[in-house]
């Protein structure tokens, strides 16, 4: 791998540094012509064993990948991301932290760290971000659309095809539904489990992580998540204040930041005109219609303030899409029917992928009770939720390595990363308590969240296979009317 294929990651801006580096506190010993997987290395000026936890290892090399690996692998993460974020998260850093030695894990960590501080869906923001670090902005459109479109295709075509029948679902769907939301609760506690591991291992950040969760479980308000985020950042500040943070080692496998910092920095402005432009034409010229654009605006603007997943997003997406009187009951002319919005819910959440794959959904039948092709519905709704997050993540992206060496960054990265572990962790409670209520055959539901727990967390029997038997499974419930 050549200098030529890092990309930005060392462009001109920066004055050939590694990111590691910091106004010549790393010394570059770069072997001038390194073989297509060695990294550029760094001796640190602090000796290692003060710096353990924010220095990639020296020895460690990562692999240059091609647009065919990201095609074959994120394919793959496609098919078989099932049960929300906190499993998304688990599976890359299994995948590509563990196994196929994409990056280390304190670049993972950073780029889920990023996702948490932006509005928009974190899983998604880390995919596009994943395949950008090491391709560029081809390779993290293409790892991020191949991770989005299983979803957003069959959530699609439910929504134009099945979205009455969803109300009333024969019951060895309601069977499929239950086995398949059960294994998405083991994939989340799973991947859970691997994170508190890793992210939370001290005793500052298990208890800030803790009360991230338990705080995440009593309130779901929009302004909670970026305020945990906030004060996990000082918590760690102020308690590791001593510390010193300076990256040293080498680049932990990125290879490119994508956009350069004016391309960043445009986006980011293109991000905030499209908010501030359908925001106003939406309440004055287009003020009470149903025009497409107001479709738009509203899944964009959901998108563009929305932090902590969708737990968040699907309140302010049902008070926005179901409208209702004041005494509750539904306006004739709502654009989604509550029994709608709950039917395409339970589908979307037996789908692998984003929950905001929702939002095709919804755009569709939209669309469709509007009297309009339900293509248009879906793109407006899918794009106008996603666009802001990840449009965020690719203009922020080229400024993280600036700021990624700043020591109050470092300090703080631990306690926003132990908030968003916490967070993971509230939703294995949340998600369970709801698999439980909702499902046909609640204790049944547990057994299979429990055996397919043990297949992925300790047989690791591949996730797609553990995914088929849980559907099996819950046919098999429903046919024996267990309870």
């Known amino acids: 791998m050549d200098k030529s294929s890092k990309g930005t990651w060392q462009s001109s801006d920066s004055g050939n540094v590694l990111p590691g580096s910091v106004n010549g506190d790393v010394e570059s010993t770069a072997n001038p012509n390194p073989g297509p997987t060695q990294l550029t290395t760094a001796t640190p000026s602090t000796p290692p064993s003060d710096q353990s936890k924010d220095v990639d290892n020296d020895t460690e090399t990562y692999v240059s990948v091609t647009y065919f690996d990201i095609l074959k692998h994120f394919s793959l993460m496609g098919y078989i991301g099932f049960g929300g974020p906190a499993a998304h998260i688990g599976l890359f850093q299994r995948y590509f932290v563990e196994r196929y030695k994409w990056m280390s894990l304190q670049v993972f960590t950073e780029l889920f760290a990023l996702g948490q501080c932006l509005p928009g869906p974190t899983s998604t923001q880390v995919s596009f971000a994943m395949g950008t670090v090491k391709k560029g902005v081809l390779g993290g459109l293409l790892s991020g659309a191949l991770f989005q479109y299983p979803g957003a295709v069959v959530m699609t075509l439910v929504g134009a095809g099945a979205a009455k029948w969803l109300t009333d679902p024969p019951g060895w769907l309601e069977g499929i539904v239950a086995g398949l939301s059960a294994v998405g609760v083991a994939l989340v506690a799973s991947a859970t489990k691997g994170l508190l591991m890793k992210l939370c291992n001290t005793k500052i950040t298990a208890i800030v992580g803790t009360l991230a969760a338990a705080a995440a479980i009593y309130w779901s308000e929009p302004w909670l998540f970026p305020l945990l985020i906030v004060l996990g950042f000082i918590v760690t500040n102020i308690t590791e204040w001593k510390l010193d943070r300076r990256l040293a080692g080498n680049d932990g496998g990125v290879e490119s930041l994508g956009f350069g910092m004016l391309g960043g920095f445009v986006l980011i402005v293109v991000w905030l005109v499209v908010l501030v432009v359908v925001l106003v034409l939406a309440r004055t010229a287009y003020k009470g219609k149903d025009n497409p654009l107001n479709w738009f605006e509203v899944f964009y603007r959901t998108g563009s303030i929305i932090y902590g997943g969708g737990q968040v997003v699907l309140p302010m997406l049902l008070t926005d899409v179901v409208q209702k009187y004041p005494n509750g009951t539904e306006t004739e002319n709502t654009w989604v029917t509550e029994k709608q919005f709950y039917a395409g819910l339970g589908a979307v959440q037996a789908m692998p992928g984003p929950l905001f794959n929702f939002a095709a959904y919804l755009g ?33 992206l080229p400024f993280w390595k600036r700021f990624r060496t700043w020591q109050i960054y470092r300090r703080g990265l631990s306690g926003m990363n132990a908030v968003g572990v916490g967070l993971i962790l509230a939703s294995v409670f949340t998600m369970t308590l709801d698999v439980y209520r909702i499902s046909p055959f609640p204790n049944a539901s547990l057994c299979i969240a429990l055996f397919a727990f043990c297949a992925v967390d300790e047989l690791k029997i591949f996730e797609p296979i553990v995914v088929a038997m849980g559907a099996v499974l819950g046919v098999i419930a429903w046919k024996a009317k267990l309870d």
Request: with cysteine; charged share 5%.
């Open 364 to 396: 569709c039948v939209i669309a469709i009770k509007l009297k309009q092709t339900f293509i248009l519905g879906a793109v407006l709704a899918w794009f106008g939720l996603f666009s802001p997050g990840v449009m965020l993540m690719f203009g922020v």
